[in-house]
């Protein structure tokens, strides 16, 4: 049997609960400093107070440390590691090789006990098994792959290596391969291996010929829908992946709560089908909330990418913001001062009052506005004036959704076997009550029940039933068995809660009983030697290399040469980015596959700057060229 483990995002320590709540197994979070998100970091309490709550269910918490790292921040980097193992973390991500290094032999004088696991980001660009294995090799105990990989590599990574695999499953794709875009350090200064990515892909481009010929005209055309593979996590388990990524370190908690909740039914249905084959990284169950739908959430629509290793349309170059459902047309507008009325052409959504909306302007740009009164297919809301008649509507808030997650909040409890065995020694009555937890934890409680036998045997063990079979604390109980075939003592309502109340507080003070770890371990004593092999001997600017111990690793490891991080050399001629995406294709461009008519050189123009397409089709990859 395989852990199945479903990761989900935290911005903050709140969401972080929200998460588990919803029924994530695992959490990842910034730390103070050196998260590639630089608005997400959070102060080392926070994540203890986050490892304590995940750890009450199992679930643990990973901490990003995944930017690139220069020489005056290694000591500080290595101190949070050690902080935020002490304050209970599970794991730490990681980009820069120094790290593993530091955590095997320290830094300077400093050379405390690193037990806690290292897990290779996304950001270090795994999508080979040779770049699996030389990280296996160092010790990451787990390897975060690549977005754009198909089931079909991520197997050959999978057989190659022995340590856990990761992969995104949900939300905003990076259109570069992680870890080696430099677009923005090139137009803004704002390196992504530093956490300050300015979200180039989103900006809006135009493209030209040679010649200067305007080919499409301020478009968005780097930017990508959102991952959505729920409906494929079997074939991921098959493939190999253990942990389920849930993209989104800065999305607000109605976001994360929706799309947690919507994957981890996902997972249990899996599991419910293979039982034999997998289980759930954590314990607990989630009771009550609301139904999940990833529809009303922030998204700029939806695909799998690459996933079975074939080339599709991947683009949202429309909008580059989150759209929503597309609830019809306009068809009428009647502006009356400050208030503008419109009718469009109605669908099966059902609007409320407050909820949001966007649609295209005639010049591009993506605009919104709230409607304060929304009845069939009519809104009213204050005066828009970009928008027209024949304008696309799209739902991109729904009120009444919004109002549901705050109202019917998801419970997470453990649930817990319980056995009663009723005894009657010399006229008086004691129960004994047994409670075993889903984890294996076990509390037992034993009361004198006094002298009286209930009247009515069948109402007294309905009532008892009754009373043990409900929720305390982070337990619900049921029954397992009442081992008194003739008689029951009579107790009243109180005293059977009384039971109930003192089992809850036994398990809850054990600790929860954790799943095998020892795959998790810091792999410090690794036998094999770690050699990077074939062509990825020679090294370039996009190992990302920005420090000496860094450096020392690859040269270790056999690599001939060691170029310093774009973001220290700034390399003339650079490739800013390579990705499996390609505008040609999208805009049906493609001398290969589409049979179209070679186009010639190409280039994207923003803001004064020209940065020129190369098309590397044996490899059917695009890249942008500094």
Known sequence: MRELELLAPARDYQIGIAAI?????????????????????????????????????GARIFVTLNTILYDDELEAAYRQMLAVQEAGADAVIVQDMAIIEMAKKGIGNLKEDIRIPLHASTQCAIRTPEQARFLESLGFSRLILERELSLEQISAIREAVSCELEFFVHGALCVCYSGQCYLSEKIAGRSANRGACIQACRSRYDLIDASGKVIVRDKALLSLKDYNLRNRIADLAEAGISSFKIEGRLKNASYVKNVVRDYSIALDELIEKRPQDYFRGSF????????????????????????????????????????????????????????????????????????????????????????????????????????????KIYRNISAAFEKELERQGCTREIPATVFIGCVKDNGLWRVDATAISEDGRTATVSIDAGDQTAVNYGRMMEMITGQMRKSTGMFRFFIGEINAPEELPFMSASTINSIRRALAEKLEAMPCNKR?????????????????????????????????????????????????????????GAELMRTKYCIRYELGLCPIHQKAKDSGPLFLLNNGQRFALHFDCRNCEMTVND
Not at 353 to 361: H, L, M, Q, R, Y
């Open 284 to 391: 607990g169950k989630v009771f009550g909330g609301f139904t999940p739908d990833t529809r009303k959430t922030f998204n700029r629509g939806y695909t799998e990418l690459f996933i079975d290793g074939k080339r599709g349309r991947w683009a949202a170059m429309d909008a580059a913001k989150s759209m929503g459902e597309e609830i019809g047309t306009v068809t009428a507008l009647n502006r009356d001062k400050s208030v503008l009325t419109l009718r469009f052409t109605a669908g099966n959504i059902t609007l409320a009052n407050g909820d949001g909306f966007s649609f295209v302007a005639k010049d591009g740009t993506v605009e919104g506005f709230r409607g304060d009164v929304c009845s069939g297919n009519t809104i009213k809301c204050k005066s828009t004036q970009s928008l027209f008649t024949g304008a």
């Open 516 to 572: 095998d770890l020892l795959v998790r371990e810091l792999r410090v004593g690794c036998e094999k030697r770690c050699v990077m092999e074939g062509p990825h001997q020679k090294i370039s600017y996009k190992q990302n290399v920005s420090n000496h111990i860094s450096e020392g690793v690859y040269k270790a490891a056999g690599a001939d040469t060691t170029e310093k991080a774009y973001e220290l050399t700034h390399k003339d």
């Open 21 to 57: 709540d919803c029924g994530a197994d695992a959490v990842y979070i910034a730390g103070p400093q050196f998260g590639a998100r630089q608005a997400a970091g959070n102060d080392v309490d926070d994540i203890r107070r986050l490892c304590e709550y995940a750890h009450k269910f």
